[in-house]
């Protein structure tokens, strides 16, 4: 049990790999806040917690919204005791080639996926700070933080930002303890990546592109981030764990 009581903030937590990674850190001992922008896919995995014997307490949070972040935490605050880790989870992706990407999409893009990690971290060191207390972050990045895909011109920018970012805090804040890190998932199944699996072509695709031949299921992304959030990393901050079976060491001839 790594997590023995520790206070679990955990974004876009109602689904996918947020939900898989909840549910991971319930089950060794930690006190889950499972925030959400959907209310009702939060209040599914905060049950399947629960269900389960572990400890959970669902939360509506629009993590781009910067008075919702602030009340957000303060609650989170209240219900768990202390904070300890917060996975900036909550991300989404557009497919667009960058000639007709419009500037409503960009932002929208660029504020859930950087603006959001932005507004959720320094709202969560400020009140470690403020009680002087060590802690951890873990962004959710992606391959698309190193290396660039077709047609995803706003999330390619904003994960290398989140890379960027994840650097620039653990700079700030490693004397104090607060060690802050990303994940680079290759393509992990979840809604987000659903429909390429309904496709023979794509999900051919999706395989050649990936060394191992296959692409990424949950738990090997929430392992990833568990780790990165425990004892175990005690000396790791500012380094970004690519986890994508191969994809960004090379390409096959
Ligand atoms: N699935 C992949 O292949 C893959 C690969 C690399 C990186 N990632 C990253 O992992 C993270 C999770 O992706 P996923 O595949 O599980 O996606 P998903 O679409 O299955 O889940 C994302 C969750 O975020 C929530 N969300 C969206 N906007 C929000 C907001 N403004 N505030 C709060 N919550 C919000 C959604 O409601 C949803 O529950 C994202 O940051 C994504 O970019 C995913």
Known sequence: MRFQNKGV??????????RETALEFAAEGAKVVVSDIDPITAERTTKEIVEQGGQAQAFTLDTTDPEAVAAGFAAFESWLGDLDILVNN???????????????????????NLTGVW???QTFVKRL???DRPGAIVNLASTLGVVAAPNRPAYTA?????????????LEFGEKGIRINAVGPGVTRT????????????TASIRSIHAMNRWAEVDEIARAILFLASDDASFITGTTLIVDGGWTTGKKM
């Not at 904003?158 to 653990?170: C, D, E, F, N, R």
């Not at 809604?191 to 794509?202: G, K, L, R």
């Open 158 to 170: 904003s994960k290398h930002a989140v890379v960027g970012l994840t650097k620039q805090m653990a």
């Open 129 to 131: 700070l403020a009680t």
């Open 9 to 18: 903030v955990v974004t876009g937590a109602g689904g996918g790999i947020g």
């Open 191 to 202: 809604a987000m990546t659903a429909h390429y699996f309904e496709d023979p072509e794509i």
């Open 119 to 121: 507004l959720c971290s």
């Open 90 to 112: 909550a991300g989404i992706r557009e497919i667009t080639p960058v000639i007709e990407l419009t500037y409503e999409e960009w932002c929208h893009v660029i504020n859930v």
